[in-house]
T-cell receptor
Framework: KNQVEQSPQSLIILEGKNCTLQCNYTVSPFSNLRWYKQDTGRGPVSLTIMTFSENTKSNGRYTATLDADTKQSSLHITASQLSDSASYICVVSANNAGNMLTFGGGTRLMVKP | EAGVAQSPRYKIIEKRQSVAFWCNPISGHATLYWYQQILGQGPKLLIQFQNNGVVDDSQLPKDRFSAERLKGVDSTLKIQPAKLEDSAVYLC?????????????FGEGSRLTVL
């Protein structure tokens, strides 16, 4: 069964600090992995997409990594800001008919001043 | 480019009443999804359309939920009769490619409260 597990479930950090969110998946065959940011009361917005051959990709203060061998991804946030407070959702796409998507439960990040 | 449009943004009903949500995907997007997101959890797929055909509705509670995308463009999700556990945000999303390829874009969601 395809699964995506995210950790931690929730995280509180002080403004300016760094943090790393984890995503482990068992989706097969693997196509790509996306990290989404979901602000409270809003729809998820894509931060980055990782394909099989990519190890690291950055989007401003967000850096995603992918280890296709261990089926793990991480999202590192540098110099956190109050606006980073949100849920971060890992979504893995399978390379099959319909390109089925499997969602993680998300990590709820709170950045405090 | 206009995003995925959803309405209403908020709806409060009593249990056993009915409700309908509307979604207009990004123009030209072939694949449309409805997700249910309970507070504190990730989105759960209810139904996936490719154009006006259903690709996956295995997790749709068909005794009370129905969805249609008659002309392969906008879509409606209906709940009748609603239960307390249906309280959630209903997210619509679309992807440009056939067979569900391309980036997934979400609407802002419709928040349902069942009393």
């Amino acid at each position: 069964k395809n699964q995506v597990e995210q950790s931690p479930q929730s995280l509180i950090i002080l403004e300016g600090k760094n943090c790393t969110l984890q995503c482990n998946y068992t989706v097969s065959p693997f196509s790509n992995l996306r990290w989404y940011k979901q602000d409270t009361g809003r729809g998820p917005v894509s931060l980055t997409i990782m394909t099989f051959s990519e190890n690291t990709k950055s989007n401003g203060r967000y850096t995603a990594t992918l280890d296709a061998d261990t089926k793990q991804s991480s999202l590192h946030i540098t110099a956190s800001q109050l606006s980073d407070s949100a849920s971060y959702i890992c979504v893995v796409s399978a390379n099959n008919a319909g390109n089925m998507l499997t969602f993680g439960g998300g990590t709820r990040l709170m950045v405090k001043p | 480019e206009a995003g995925v449009a959803q309405s209403p943004r908020y709806k409060i009903i009593e249990k056993r009443q009915s409700v309908a949500f509307w979604c207009n995907p990004i123009s030209g997007h072939a694949t449309l999804y409805w997700y249910q997101q309970i507070l504190g959890q990730g989105p759960k797929l209810l139904i996936q359309f490719q154009n006006n055909g259903v690709v996956d509705d295995s997790q749709l509670p068909k005794d009370r939920f129905s969805a249609e995308r008659l002309k392969g463009v906008d879509s409606t999700l209906k709940i009748q009769p609603a239960k307390l556990e249906d309280s959630a945000v209903y997210l619509c999303a679309s992807r440009p490619g056939a067979a569900g390829t391309g980036e997934l874009f979400f609407g802002e969601g419709s928040r349902l409260t069942v009393l």
